[in-house]
């Protein structure tokens, strides 16, 4: 992507939603191969249509005829979270001349499996309790003496050198992404109120509700229901964002899975019976989709490329990465591609559980193969890990932070080595330096596309895999409103992610206000100038049976390159063209 090369003459000359389309449209010989297979199935040629980016076919069939022609049988199924009833099958099959040209087809293989992971409620229950020492309710109590005790505007501002006031341009627009979640106004006011008193009480995000997505009115901690993590994740991502950003706007991009997304599965292998849900994979196209028409096979022609993609997006969700087919993970992985090259930064958290991810995912007969998160993996999103102040130095400052840290509620800054996706050209020299660096205590072993090499020969990770995380920012103890409750919680790397979400987007607004363009894809930038970040070296990120990775000096799979110094950013991304 030489338009986020800092060596190449065309940095910055992010494309046009036109040439991306044209540049990824399918083949004239695949969609002809295509619609001949349709129409020889007796699907007349009246019934089909190709998207206006010309990335998907869509055709009106009977379940009889989709049946005849995928060689299946569809059942109504029922999603064990949403209690919907969706229509998939148990396996389909595509002629071998096409398999190289359907990337998925909908709907497709059910019986969902954990794709959508957020904290659990037990965990969520841990962090409500208030560490001893942190100050009590009230304004005159936030001062920087108790920041490492609980962390709150001021003290980012603070450790990061971020300047009190951004740079408006007009166009450089926050985002946040949020599924079957909002922020909780009465919340948002509380804070308003105690935390951040600068923001007037009853500001309000712009609010693009998808799929019929619905604002949050209100949820207790102690609800108990399955969605009490989503319902709190809204209400930590505004409140962490928000200081950073005001007087500014944020725009929330919330999706709520309809009964056909229950059903997409993206599958390319037509033999393939690996059963798979992806509905946060699925709920991302939609916002995709409602940024530039890219993926409307299902949506109301109402959202189809209706908004503007913000010039930042922050994403607070993970997945298990082996949950999910390669395949499918490289099609969506293509699609965060579009968006950078459109000038778009997409930062995910790399998950709360070291070397497992998600708790439950460490890999193995004795769960002791590392796993990453899946959409971290890719390599053209910014991976956030997660750090906290481990020490009450005054002022704070990013020498008193090490890797993020809480063994009461198993949580430790997500990171490690990818599977599907090799080790991309702008990480390559750091990851080498890296392992001649810090040989690495653990056997590794080459993934080939099969579940059976996992862990082949004991080793613990891949050895050329991508790395994650990329860059890392506070994400423990932080002070919030939740419920109604002033709390200190542990937060994690969906802390972490808005925050360094919110110091692109500043950079971006000096740029775009001194007449040039939004930094788009960060990353070939960040670690050719691995110096414009301040290097974390102390933690490590344990799980599966293991104390996991090491900070070290320079790049790590714990803290990445480290935390945000706004002022060797800002002289960094202000000096290219």
Same mark, same amino acid.
Request: glycine share 10%; with cysteine; hydrophobic share 35%.
């Given at each position: 992507?030489?338009?986020?090369?800092?060596?190449?003459?065309?940095?910055?000359?992010?494309?046009?939603?036109?040439?991306?389309?044209?540049?990824?449209?399918?083949?004239?010989?695949?969609?002809?191969?295509?619609?001949?297979?349709?129409?020889?199935?007796?699907?007349?040629?009246?019934?089909?249509?190709?998207?206006?980016?010309?990335?998907?076919?869509?055709?009106?069939?009977?379940?009889?005829?989709?049946?005849?022609?995928?060689?299946?049988?569809?059942?109504?199924?029922?999603?064990?979270?949403?209690?919907?009833?969706?229509?998939?099958?148990?396996?389909?099959?595509?002629?071998?001349?096409?398999?190289?040209?359907?990337?998925?087809?909908?709907?497709?293989?059910?019986?969902? @499996?954990?794709?959508?992971?957020?904290? !659990?409620?037990?965990?969520?229950?841990?962090?409500?309790?208030?560490?001893?020492?942190?100050?009590?309710?009230?304004? *005159?109590?936030?001062?920087?003496?108790?920041?490492?005790?609980?962390?709150?505007?001021?003290?980012?501002?603070?450790?990061?050198?971020?300047?009190?006031?951004?740079?408006?341009?007009?166009?450089?627009?926050?985002?946040?992404?949020?599924?079957?979640?909002?922020?909780?106004? !009465?919340?948002?006011?509380?804070?308003?109120?105690?935390?951040?008193?600068?923001?007037?009480?009853?500001?309000?995000?712009?609010?693009?509700?998808?799929?019929?997505?619905?604002?949050?009115?209100?949820?207790?901690?102690?609800?108990?229901?399955?969605?009490?993590?989503?319902?709190?994740?809204?209400?930590?991502?505004?409140?962490?964002?928000?200081?950073?950003?005001?007087?500014?706007?944020?725009?929330?991009?919330?999706?709520?899975?309809?009964?056909?997304?229950?059903?997409?599965?993206?599958?390319?292998?037509?033999?393939?019976?690996?059963?798979?849900?992806?509905?946060?994979?699925?709920?991302?196209?939609?916002?995709?989709?409602?940024?530039?028409?890219?993926?409307?096979?299902?949506?109301?022609?109402?959202?189809?490329?209706?908004?503007?993609?913000?010039?930042?997006?922050?994403?607070?969700?993970?997945?298990?990465?082996?949950?999910?087919?390669?395949?499918?993970?490289?099609?969506?992985?293509?699609?965060?591609?579009?968006?950078?090259?459109?000038?778009?930064?997409?930062?995910?958290?790399?998950?709360?559980?070291?070397?497992?991810?998600?708790?439950?995912?460490?890999?193995?007969?004795?769960?002791?193969?590392?796993?990453?998160?899946?959409?971290?993996?890719?390599?053209?999103?910014?991976?956030?890990?997660?750090?906290?102040?481990?020490?009450?130095?005054?002022?704070?400052?990013?020498?008193?932070?090490?890797?993020?840290?809480?063994?009461?509620?198993?949580?430790?800054?997500?990171?490690?080595? !990818? *599977?599907?996706?090799?080790?991309?050209?702008?990480?390559?020299?750091?990851?080498? &330096?890296?392992?001649?660096?810090?040989?690495?205590?653990?056997?590794?072993?080459?993934?080939?596309?099969?579940?059976?090499?996992?862990?082949?020969?004991?080793?613990?990770?891949?050895?050329?895999?991508?790395?994650?995380?990329?860059?890392?920012?506070?994400?423990?103890?932080?002070?919030?409103?939740?419920?109604? *409750?002033?709390?200190?919680?542990?937060?994690?790397?969906?802390?972490?992610?808005?925050?360094?979400?919110?110091?692109?987007?500043?950079?971006?607004?000096?740029?775009?206000?001194?007449?040039?363009?939004? @930094?788009?894809?960060?990353?070939?930038?960040?670690?050719?100038?691995?110096?414009?970040?301040?290097?974390?070296? &102390?933690?490590? *990120?344990?799980?599966?049976?293991?104390?996991?990775?090491?900070?070290?000096?320079?790049?790590?799979?714990?803290?990445?390159?480290?935390?945000?110094?706004?002022? &060797?950013?800002?002289?960094?991304?202000?000096?290219?063209?």
């Amino acid at each position: 992507m030489d338009v986020s090369s800092p060596f190449s003459s065309n940095y910055g000359k992010h494309w046009s939603s036109d040439e991306v389309s044209k540049t990824f449209a399918p083949s004239e010989t695949a969609l002809n191969a295509t619609t001949t297979w349709l129409q020889d199935a007796g699907i007349g040629r009246k019934r089909i249509i190709q998207t206006e980016n010309q990335g998907f076919i869509t055709f009106d069939a009977t379940i009889e005829e989709l049946e005849n022609l995928l060689k299946t049988e569809y059942h109504l199924y029922r999603h064990w979270a949403y209690d919907k009833p969706i229509v998939a099958c148990d396996h389909y099959y595509v002629p071998t001349h096409l398999k190289r040209h359907i990337d998925f087809i909908s709907p497709g293989i059910g019986s969902p @499996v954990r794709s959508l992971k957020k904290r !659990s409620s037990n965990e969520l229950q841990k962090r409500q309790q208030l560490p001893p020492g942190l100050p009590p309710p009230g304004p *005159n109590n936030f001062t920087l003496q108790n920041c490492w005790q609980g962390i709150f505007p001021q003290c980012i501002n603070t450790v990061y050198g971020i300047p009190q006031e951004p740079t408006y341009a007009p166009g450089n627009e926050y985002g946040i992404f949020e599924v079957n979640s909002s922020y909780v106004q !009465s919340d948002m006011d509380k804070f308003f109120q105690e935390v951040a008193v600068d923001i007037p009480v009853g500001t309000t995000a712009n609010n693009v509700l998808l799929y019929g997505a619905e604002l949050t009115t209100n949820f207790t901690l102690a609800a108990g229901s399955i969605f009490i993590a989503t319902d709190i994740e809204a209400d930590l991502d505004f409140q962490l964002a928000w200081p950073l950003v005001y007087p500014q706007n944020i725009t929330l991009f919330a999706t709520l899975p309809t009964e056909a997304q229950l059903a997409d599965i993206l599958q390319t292998n037509s033999t393939d019976t690996q059963e798979e849900y992806l509905g946060l994979d699925l709920s991302l196209d939609d916002v995709f989709s409602s940024f530039d028409g890219s993926n409307c096979y299902n949506s109301s022609a109402s959202i189809c490329g209706v908004y503007q993609a913000p010039t930042v997006l922050s994403v607070s969700y993970s997945s298990n990465e082996m949950e999910v087919s390669e395949a499918v993970s490289k099609r969506f992985c293509n699609e965060v591609l579009k968006l950078g090259l459109q000038g778009t930064t997409v930062l995910v958290s790399s998950g709360d559980h070291g070397v497992g991810q998600n708790g439950d995912g460490c890999l193995g007969p004795d769960n002791s193969t590392f796993q990453v998160s899946g959409l971290a993996a890719c390599p053209w999103v910014t991976s956030v890990g997660a750090t906290k102040l481990a020490s009450s130095n005054l002022p704070p400052t990013p020498f008193d932070e090490s890797a993020a840290f809480d063994s009461g509620v198993n949580f430790s800054s997500g990171g490690g080595f !990818s *599977n599907y996706f090799t080790a991309p050209d702008y990480q390559i020299d750091t990851l080498s &330096r890296y392992f001649y660096e810090n040989p690495s205590p653990y056997p590794t072993y080459e993934y080939n596309g099969s579940i059976s090499s996992l862990g082949l020969n004991g080793g613990r990770f891949p050895s050329r895999g991508r790395g994650i995380p990329d860059v890392s920012a506070l994400g423990q103890n932080y002070t919030v409103v939740l419920g109604g *409750n002033l709390l200190n919680i542990g937060a994690g790397t969906s802390a972490s992610t808005p925050v360094f979400a919110a110091v692109i987007w500043r950079l971006n607004g000096e740029r775009m206000a001194a007449g040039k363009g939004p @930094v788009g894809f960060v990353n070939p930038v960040l670690y050719a100038h691995p110096q414009a970040l301040n290097d974390v070296v &102390r933690g490590n *990120n344990p799980d599966c049976n293991s104390n996991g990775f090491e900070a070290v000096s320079g790049w790590d799979p714990v803290t990445g390159l480290g935390t945000p110094s706004y002022e &060797r950013m800002q002289a960094l991304f202000m000096s290219l063209p």
